[in-house]
């Protein structure tokens, strides 16, 4: 098979499409023939050299793909071969073919272009487990996503909306703004413009929990203070990335008078099974996200698509900060 390989640590160019052996599948597994995958930060962090694969997992960069089932594993009994399926995978997207657990197979839900569908178990698996399953997000909170624009935050906007939370969410640039509102962003905010704590303040002014009661954060460190004075009483702030630093002071003082808890998960390290596992997140993603697709009331954001040999392209693209959405890495027609 051909795979996207990586001739060191560096800019995209250390990337390239070359032959590398078939993978086999393990008990529990399955060879998925990939249709397509998608970038994620994730997928940079890893080209840069600082976000290496788990023990075990596959070199080779993806964390999701969409495809075909054409070879069990020992043991597979619910999947057969022929099935179209997207999955979460710890590594090995970016190839012809992955061999993927059968907990983190999930079938393309209805009506939805197999290509399009390599777009979305990352982003549904980070939103749901950590927004519903870890912070309990429910009707009538207000929720404040930073990235708005990007692949999680657009996807985070629309699952909030269905249901019934309100989104504020910070980005960029007043086009991106413009496409976050139009996806059920209630509250944006130009985070080169503006103060995003004020912002939060002025739009929850005289309510009985001023604040947003949930924080959905990419930058780490560098707003981890700011974030706090943005959470209302009994807040949660939860902390998905780094890209704006690793440690910072955190105020105990502060976090104990708002009652606020901060969590911090990944979800590439989760084990397969067992508790807060991704065979119990892909499960609840399943039931829960799938029929919010199918009914329209979420829909994937694709920025654009390329041919998988093309991904130093697509790792420029997504460097350059003009993305709303997901990229979507083509490996066959």
């Given at each position: 098979?051909y795979?996207?390989?990586?001739?060191?640590?560096?800019?995209?160019?250390?990337?390239?499409?070359?032959?590398?052996?078939?993978?086999?599948?393990?008990?529990?597994e399955?060879?998925?023939?990939?249709?397509?995958?998608?970038?994620?930060?994730?997928?940079?962090m890893?080209?840069l050299?600082?976000y290496?694969?788990?023990?075990?997992?596959s070199?080779?960069?993806?964390l999701?793909?969409?495809?075909?089932i054409?070879?069990?594993?020992?043991?597979?009994?619910?999947?057969?071969?022929?099935?179209?399926?997207?999955?979460?995978?710890?590594?090995g997207?970016?190839?012809?073919?992955?061999?993927?657990?059968?907990t983190?197979?999930?079938?393309?839900?209805?009506?939805l272009?197999?290509?399009?569908?390599?777009?979305?178990?990352?982003?549904?698996?980070?939103?749901?487990?950590?927004?519903?399953?870890?912070?309990?997000?429910?009707?009538g909170?207000?929720?404040?996503?930073?990235?708005?624009?990007?692949?999680?935050?657009?996807?985070?906007?629309?699952?909030?909306?269905?249901?019934?939370v309100?989104?504020?969410?910070?980005?960029?640039?007043?086009?991106?703004?413009?496409r976050?509102?139009?996806?059920?962003?209630?509250?944006?905010?130009?985070?080169?413009?503006?103060?995003f704590?004020?912002?939060?303040k002025?739009?929850?002014?005289?309510?009985?929990?001023?604040?947003?009661?949930?924080?959905?954060?990419?930058?780490?460190?560098?707003?981890?203070?700011?974030?706090?004075?943005?959470?209302?009483?009994?807040?949660?702030?939860?902390?998905?990335?780094?890209?704006?630093?690793?440690?910072?002071?955190?105020?105990l003082?502060?976090?104990?008078?708002?009652r606020?808890r901060?969590?911090?998960t990944g979800?590439?390290?989760?084990?397969?099974?067992?508790?807060?596992?991704?065979?119990?997140?892909?499960?609840?993603?399943?039931?829960?996200?799938?029929?919010?697709i199918?009914?329209?009331?979420?829909?994937?954001v694709?920025?654009?698509e390329?041919?998988?040999?093309?991904?130093?392209?697509?790792?420029?693209?997504?460097?350059?900060?003009?993305?709303?959405?997901?990229?979507?890495?083509?490996v066959?027609?």
């Amino acid at each position: 098979m051909y795979a996207i390989t990586l001739s060191g640590f560096g800019d995209p160019d250390v990337m390239s499409w070359s032959e590398q052996p078939d993978p086999s599948p393990g008990p529990g597994e399955v060879i998925v023939d990939v249709a397509a995958t998608a970038v994620n930060r994730a997928d940079v962090m890893q080209r840069l050299g600082f976000y290496p694969p788990p023990p075990g997992e596959s070199e080779i960069l993806g964390l999701e793909c969409s495809g075909v089932i054409s070879e069990l594993g020992a043991g597979v009994t619910r999947w057969h071969v022929g099935d179209r399926v997207c999955a979460l995978v710890a590594g090995g997207g970016y190839a012809e073919r992955v061999a993927v657990p059968v907990t983190q197979l999930m079938p393309i839900p209805a009506g939805l272009d197999l290509h399009v569908a390599a777009s979305l178990p990352e982003v549904a698996c980070t939103v749901w487990s950590n927004l519903v399953m870890a912070a309990g997000m429910r009707s009538g909170q207000l929720l404040l996503v930073h990235g708005g624009a990007g692949g999680i935050g657009t996807h985070a906007i629309q699952v909030a909306t269905a249901l019934g939370v309100r989104v504020a969410v910070t980005a960029g640039s007043d086009e991106k703004l413009a496409r976050c509102r139009e996806l059920g962003a209630e509250i944006t905010v130009n985070y080169r413009t503006e103060d995003f704590v004020e912002a939060i303040k002025a739009a929850t002014a005289g309510s009985a929990r001023p604040g947003a009661d949930l924080i959905l954060d990419n930058m780490g460190a560098k707003y981890l203070a700011r974030n706090l004075d943005a959470l209302a009483p009994d807040g949660q702030l939860v902390i998905i990335g780094m890209q704006g630093g690793r440690t910072a002071e955190l105020d105990l003082s502060a976090l104990m008078a708002k009652r606020a808890r901060v969590l911090a998960t990944g979800l590439r390290t989760r084990p397969r099974i067992g508790p807060s596992g991704k065979a119990e997140i892909a499960g609840a993603v399943v039931d829960r996200v799938w029929p919010l697709i199918s009914e329209g009331l979420v829909q994937p954001v694709v920025h654009a698509e390329l041919p998988v040999a093309e991904a130093a392209a697509a790792h420029r693209l997504l460097d350059s900060g003009e993305v709303v959405g997901k990229i979507v890495l083509v490996v066959r027609n």
